[in-house]
């Protein structure tokens, strides 16, 4: 075939295919210029999964009479005037490609009354072309009706999922818009029923009740980033990790009110949840990222659904931090306790309710260590075999093992971070596939969400696969594949029966120094206090110990001076 021009409605159905992939885009699209005029209404009324009717009324500024005809010209808009407008951009729509591109594939009607007219005017579109047109009578605003949607375009009807799937994917869109526009009336009518209706209060919590109902309304935290920094403004609410869900459809991001996907957004969430919520649950989030319009860009894909941040990592941090902290400012409750003297007084506590974990209890401190447990003050003098640090006490030599040593350092703070819920941990950019086998599938299986606790988070992944989505810090950077084997082993054959304790020593153990490995003085010096402050510096967590200490009359018995 020879180069030649396409004809243009074949440009108009290749290029409708980008922005209208099903019936929930038509809805998203309509929706999206009813906010854009200003609207406080929007009705949004669909029949047999939006596939036979979609009618969006809002109560807009409407279009001038003059303009209607050019609404349905392919980029035309008048939202962008000129290249700089489109690097500020503040409205959801700009590309002037929704309504040529729905009519591509529809039947089309509309009336529209503008601001300042007496009367409305009437369109009506078969084929993208405008087949009558007139005048008609409208309080302020725009209708649009799509009908027969596909009806020309049989592959993409051929695509379509159920009704009842198109009908979830449609009040989706609305849900979204409903949120993050809480000051306008949303309704949607599907088949006749009524399937949401927001009041358009303008407070937030109205619309969540509306779209999760009244029990996630209730446990919702507000967010506030104004002390934090001034750019970006992160404003929303997040679910307390009491309402959380098993997927990640509960999670709702908006950037300068655009709803928005963006998996990095859901990575900063679900971060910010960490050690709250068990494997596998996911929070609920309604979040609005302000920022000027500079700062990101809008214009990626022609569904305007993805957005491109000038820093991600600015933003990530910002909103990871954000929730964070509403989250443990919010789980910090006032308690009274009494105290020995039998006096009340107020005292802030943890709320210990809050992570499902056995044997935790805040108020239980560790026992001292007796003299004869503790260690003295060290001096290091140097590192024999790369495996021993050479230390100087108040009486004589001392012989540590730096893998032993190090060992029970990690072993006593991993058990201490883990009672205090405070395990540091390491997100992965992307999750990493972890095969196993069928023995150490069953394992893993009935502990992966016990391994939370100590900063795992997994879950099922299919067939003998998990997926890892973050680490304890510890061993982020070492072996920690072989280290979980190692752990599934050990579990399969039963030789551990505390396995709490079990998975605290392999993750000492494979988070320690080496033997072998060189120390600069300072990791030694650092090594060594760490040890002093130990409960039981005296063995590793295996039993073995960590030290030999030559007291200075065993050495001048060895030298034959007494
Ligand atoms: P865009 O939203 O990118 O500008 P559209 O094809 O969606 O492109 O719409 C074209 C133009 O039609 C808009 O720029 C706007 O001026 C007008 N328009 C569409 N829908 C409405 C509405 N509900 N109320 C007022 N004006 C509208
Ligand atoms: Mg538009």
């Known amino acids: 075939m020879p180069i030649r021009a396409l004809d243009p409605k074949v440009v108009a159905r290749i290029a409708a295919g980008e922005v209208v992939e099903r019936p929930a885009s038509v809805v998203k699209e309509l929706v999206e210029n009813s906010l854009d005029a200003g609207s406080s209404q929007i009705s949004v009324e669909v029949k047999s999964g939006g596939v036979s009717l979609i009618r969006v009324t809002d109560n807009g500024s409407g279009i001038p009479s003059g303009e209607v005809g050019l609404a349905f010209d392919r980029y035309a808009t008048s939202k962008v005037a000129n290249l700089e407008d489109l690097e500020s951009i503040r409205s959801l729509g700009f590309r002037g490609e929704a309504l ?13 009354c503008a601001t300042g007219e007496k009367a409305g005017v009437y369109l009506s579109l078969q084929d993208g072309v405008i087949s009558s047109q007139g005048s008609r009578g409208r309080s302020q605003g725009t209708t649009v009706t799509v009908n027969n949607l596909f009806r020309k ?8 999922k159920s009704v009842a799937t198109e009908n979830s994917h449609i009040v989706n869109v609305v849900s979204q818009y409903a949120l993050a526009f809480p000051e306008v009336k949303f309704s949607l009518l599907i088949d006749g029923r009524v399937a949401l209706r927001t009041p358009g209060s303008g407070r937030l919590i109205d619309s969540i009740a509306e779209v999760y109902g009244a029990e996630v309304a209730a446990n919702m935290i507000e967010l506030n980033n104004e002390a934090v920094a001034p750019s970006p403004r992160i404003s929303g609410m997040v679910g307390s990790p009491k309402v959380s869900r098993s997927g990640r459809g509960y999670l709702s991001f908006f950037v300068n009110r655009r709803w928005v996907n963006s998996r990095m957004l859901a990575r900063a969430v679900e971060e910010a949840y960490h050690g709250l919520l068990m494997v596998g649950r996911h929070p609920v989030a309604v979040i609005n990222i302000s920022l000027p319009s500079q700062e990101v860009d809008v214009n990626i894909h022609p569904a305007k ?4 941040f000038r820093s991600d990592s600015a933003i990530f ?11 443990t400012e919010q789980v910090t409750v006032p308690r009274i306790m009494a105290a020995d003297t039998g006096a009340v007084f107020p005292t802030v506590l943890k709320e210990t309710t809050l992570l499902p974990y056995a044997g935790a209890s805040t108020a239980q401190t560790p026992p001292a260590p007796t003299p004869a447990m503790s260690l003295p003050v060290l001096r290091v003098l140097g590192q024999l075999d790369n495996s021993y640090i050479i230390a100087e006490g108040p009486d004589g030599l001392y012989l540590i093992d730096q893998h032993a040593a190090h060992e029970r350092i990690l072993f006593e703070k991993i058990r201490r971070q883990r009672s205090q819920r405070d395990i540091e941990i390491q997100g992965l950019l992307e999750p990493m596939p972890f095969e196993v086998s069928p023995r150490q599938e069953a394992i ?4 992966y969400r016990d391994l939370a606790e100590f900063g795992f988070a997994i879950e099922p992944f299919g067939d003998r696969t998990f997926l890892i989505r973050a680490l304890p810090a510890l061993i982020h950077d070492r072996d920690w594949a072989g280290m979980l084997r190692e752990l599934l082993d050990s579990l399969s054959s039963g030789d551990k029966s505390d396995w709490a304790e079990g998975v605290t020593i392999t993750m000492a153990c494979h988070g320690a120094v080496r033997a072998g490995q060189s120390l600069a003085d300072a990791e030694m010096r650092e090594l060594l206090r760490q040890l ?20 200075s009359s065993q050495l ?4 034959g001076r007494t």
Request: with cysteine; aromatic share 4%.
């Open 317 to 327: 941090g910002a909103v990871q931090r954000t929730v964070r902290r509403a989250l």
């Open 532 to 551: 002093e402050q130990c409960d039981t510096p005296h063995t590793c967590p295996h039993g073995r110990p960590t030290m030999i200490h030559l007291s």
């Open 100 to 112: 040529p591109s729905i009519a591509a594939v529809a039947e089309v009607d509309m009336v529209s």
């Open 556 to 559: 001048k018995r060895e030298f």
């Open 444 to 447: 893993l299986k009935s502990r």
């Open 305 to 308: 659904s993805e957005v491109k």
């Open 153 to 160: 375009v049989p592959a993409r009807l051929k695509f379509l």
